[in-house]
């Protein structure tokens, strides 16, 4: 009688539970895509309709595919709600009300990423945040970053892209000229604009770099170092693309520098960007493993 009564008593709690779960899964589904349905389809948008982020598309994918590859992983975790979970959405919620009042894009896209940290805390704890802290960490290079810091990363760029590529053709013979971003030739003038600061190649490779890292590579110091290396590997190549419209327009035409080179010399450049952080990535594991060997 005893054990049949705990028995029948048991059961309902091991089925009570995951009903439970699955309400409040589903409730907080339905609320997140009510609230921000329309930032996701302006953020979209941006996507498509900006160059600079068009990597966006493929974001998510990626962060999926993570979440899918350490589902076995994640499976493992014990499920421990916190109700400290509810503090974090309503701190999104309030990030989503400011940056919708400031119009201020980037908080409100921002406040998403918190409201889904927020969720997972609540339904599953802190366990299941921090196996889950990758994907959604990585679910910030989604996002275009604010104007403000656009704007102070951009012009800098342009300098440095103008300057660089000046240096290089004075070193090969072309008479030049530069005031600022405009680099002047005897036939053409080549303004360094925005979309030739470097930046959209910057912000793909940088995006790639993490991924490719992620899935090639255990040790997180190399990690980190790959990411950095883009930085200045992005800033150098976008510069040599510009020295090479700058040789290319001296000797052939300002046509040169623009319609098809324009559009192929960037892949060309995306290219060699790519095959040199291969390369960089081949020196640091045989960094790593003379290491290991000596350790040994």
Not at 60 to 86: H, K, M, T
Not at 207 to 218: F, G, M, Q, R
Request: glycine share 8%.
């Amino acid at each position: 009688m005893d054990r049949s009564a705990a028995t029948s008593i048991a059961a309902p709690r091991t089925v009570e539970q995951p009903v439970q779960w699955n309400v409040w899964a589903g409730v907080l589904i339905v609320l997140t895509v009510l609230l921000y349905g329309p930032i996701l389809g302006h953020l979209v948008q941006n996507w498509w309709q900006n160059p600079d982020y068009s990597q966006g598309f493929l974001v998510p994918v990626f962060a999926g595919y993570v979440l899918w590859r350490e589902r076995d992983r994640l499976a493992q975790i014990s499920l421990r709600p916190s109700n400290f979970g509810l503090v974090v959405m309503l701190g999104a919620i309030m990030l989503l009300l400011l940056g919708s009042l400031g119009s201020e894009l980037f908080t409100s896209r921002f406040s998403l990423l918190v409201l889904i940290a927020g969720i997972v805390l609540f339904l599953a704890g802190w366990k299941m945040l921090k196996g889950v802290s990758f994907a959604l960490a990585f679910l910030i290079l989604m996002i275009p970053i604010p104007v403000i810091i656009y704007n102070q990363i951009t012009f800098p760029l342009q300098l440095f892209a103008s300057r660089f590529a000046t240096f290089w053709l004075q070193l090969a013979n072309v008479p030049v000229l530069r005031e600022g971003n405009i680099i002047i030739l005897p036939n053409y003038q080549l303004e360094v604009v925005e979309a030739c600061s470097g930046i959209r190649s910057l912000m793909t490779l940088i995006t790639l770099a993490i991924a490719y890292s992620y899935l090639v590579e255990s040790r997180r110091w190399v990690r980190w170092v790959l990411v950095l290396l883009m930085v200045p590997i992005a800033i150098v190549s976008n510069s040599l693309r510009i020295f090479g419209a700058g040789i290319l327009t001296y000797h052939f035409g300002p046509s040169m520098a623009q319609g098809f080179f324009h559009e192929f010399s960037g892949w060309v450049i995306f290219v060699a960007a790519m095959l040199l952080m291969f390369a960089c990535h081949w020196v640091l594991r045989r960094i790593g493993g003379r290491k290991d060997t000596a350790n040994a």
